[in-house]
Each structure stands twice: as structure tokens, then as C-alpha cells.
């Protein structure tokens, strides 16, 4: 079992910047592949980006590309999603999830543990 707590959300103007943040506990941290996924309402819960076990591998979905930022540390058994430029429509409950690193982390269905989720809000 591995437990996911998120944090960092929060209310900012359209152009700035959040950075999220997800402490694992429970199983060992290194074996699992982290994604971020957001929920906006009405719409799917879609994957923003992902990174392997050991942070060598990141992907990001191409309205991210540029601005967002997915980085971990083993050690500390925590994973971000730094936020540059924020735009409204980047609006939605942000969800850290983890996948066993045997499987295909850019796949919804590998993720097996899910955070409580954490609400951020662009204004224009």
C-alpha cells in the first residue's frame, strides 16, 4: 500500500506559478513511477506528467510542454510538478498518482495509488 498526500494548491493570477507537491509513505518509494493527472469538471482525468523510478525518463502531455516541470527525490519520498505560466484553462483538481515501474507509466490503467487530489484555480 502506498499512501499519497498532495499539497501546494491554491488560488493564482493567470501568468503565475504553483508548485505541487506529493509525499509518498508506505511501500518503497523507488519502485514506483509518479504521474501527475488533473480533473477539470465535466472533463476526464488526463495525465500532465509522468517520471520513471530513477527520474530519468519525464513525459508531458504538449499543453504542459514548456512550463511544467516534474522532478522526485528518492531520498525524501517526494515528487513535484512545478507550474510556470499558468494559463485558466490549466484549472482543475491535481492528482498524484503512482505506477509500478514494471509498467507503462504513460498509461492511466498502470497507476495503482491515488492522492486525495488538490484544487488549482487560474484566474485571467
Known amino acids: 500500500q502506498v499512501r499519497l498526500v498532495e499539497s501546494g494548491g491554491g488560488l493564482v493570477q493567470a501568468g503565475g506559478s504553483l508548485r505541487l507537491s506529493c509525499a509518498a509513505s508506505?511501500?518503497?518509494?523507488?519502485?514506483?513511477?509518479m504521474g501527475w493527472f488533473r480533473q477539470a469538471p465535466g472533463k476526464e482525468r488526463d495525465l500532465v506528467a509522468a517520471?520513471?523510478?530513477?527520474?530519468?525518463?519525464?513525459s508531458y502531455t504538449d499543453s504542459v510542454k514548456g512550463r511544467f516541470t516534474i522532478s522526485r527525490d528518492n531520498a525524501k519520498n517526494t515528487v513535484w510538478l512545478q507550474m510556470n505560466s499558468l494559463k485558466p484553462e490549466d484549472t482543475a483538481v491535481y492528482y498524484c498518482?503512482?505506477?509500478?515501474?514494471?509498467?507503462?507509466?504513460?498509461?492511466?490503467?498502470?497507476?495503482?495509488?491515488w492522492g486525495q487530489g488538490t484544487q488549482v484555480t487560474v484566474s485571467s
Open positions: 517520471i520513471s523510478w530513477s527520474g530519468n525518463s519525464r
Open positions: 508506505g511501500h518503497t518509494f523507488s519502485h514506483y513511477d
Open positions: 498518482a503512482a505506477a509500478p515501474s514494471a509498467l507503462n507509466y504513460l498509461s492511466r490503467a498502470a497507476y495503482d495509488y
